[in-house]
């Protein structure tokens, strides 16, 4: 058996409020924290309520870093679609984090340098909480299926499952979908102190069921979180925890 810690919640808001618990102690306690931010749907509700609370000034993210877990490769920066654009319109621009605080790995131009360079910022710093989502193929960050649990950084191809997942981003077309991104691995996510992971939906729950299951498995990316050091929460909806 897993020793994450499973908090199964009645909702979507609920499941958000749980994890924005976590972020406020930690940024209370410690204004100047390391996070690690995902995009996707499941993070937004969670963003809307740290948002909400940083306008009313209970928290701020003045002295925030920010490192987010992956990017497409082959859209540019700005294009409506990229997770640069994702944080800014999400989440950044409604805060008080300075800009030069938050790290996006770089989608554009050279893999490979890119990814030596996102490393090598990430050898620098100790992430205090990093947020997941998780894939319905069971994938963190862009970590696919099969991907070796000990290396950083790199580029990849996203399945076809992934890309299907997707396409809802871009306008239901999975020609438009980029085919490949570049991610931390999933031994930069097992560095970080505390590791949140989320997931809303029934289509979640598989994945979730893998999880819990405590087996480590190769297959099933997230599983690698059983073999992390320090605490892990998993907190879900009903939906998602519909098959533990
Ligand atoms: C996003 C990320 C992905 C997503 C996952 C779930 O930065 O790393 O692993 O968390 O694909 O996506 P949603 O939340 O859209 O279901």
């Not at 509700?45 to 877990?69: A, D």
């Not at 996203?158 to 691995?185: C, H, S, W, Y």
């Not at 297959?219 to 907190?235: E, R, Y």
């Amino acid at each position: 058996m897993s020793k994450i810690e499973l908090i199964i919640t009645d909702n979507y808001d609920e499941m958000s409020q749980k994890a924005s618990e976590i972020f406020i102690d930690l940024l209370k306690r410690k204004p100047n924290a390391v996070l690690g931010l995902a995009t996707g749907s499941t993070p937004i509700g969670l963003y809307k309520k740290l948002i909400e609370k940083t306008k009313k000034k209970e928290i701020s993210f003045k002295e925030v870093i920010t490192y987010n877990l992956d990017e497409y490769c082959d859209i540019p920066k700005n294009h409506e679609q990229s997770y640069f654009t994702f944080m800014n319109e999400n989440f950044f621009k409604h805060i008080d984090i300075k800009k030069i605080n938050t790290h996006i790995p770089n989608g554009e131009g050279n893999s490979k340098f890119n990814a030596e360079n996102y490393e090598n910022d990430l050898q620098k710093i100790k992430i205090d909480l990093q947020l997941l989502g998780i894939g319905s193929n069971g994938h963190i960050g862009f970590n696919e299926p099969g991907t070796d649990f000990d290396i950083g950084v790199h580029e990849v191809q996203l399945t076809e499952n992934t890309i299907k997942d997707n396409a809802r981003f871009f306008n239901n077309d999975i020609n438009k979908v980029p085919k490949k991104a570049i991610t931390m691995g999933i031994r930069n996510i097992l560095e970080a102190d505390t590791i949140i992971l989320l997931a809303s939906g029934a289509n979640k729950a598989k994945a979730i069921k893998s999880v819990m299951s405590g087996v480590i498995d190769k297959n099933v990316p997230a599983s690698a979180l059983n073999k992390h050091k320090g605490k892990v929460f998993v907190i879900v909806d009903k939906e998602a925890a519909s098959q533990i």
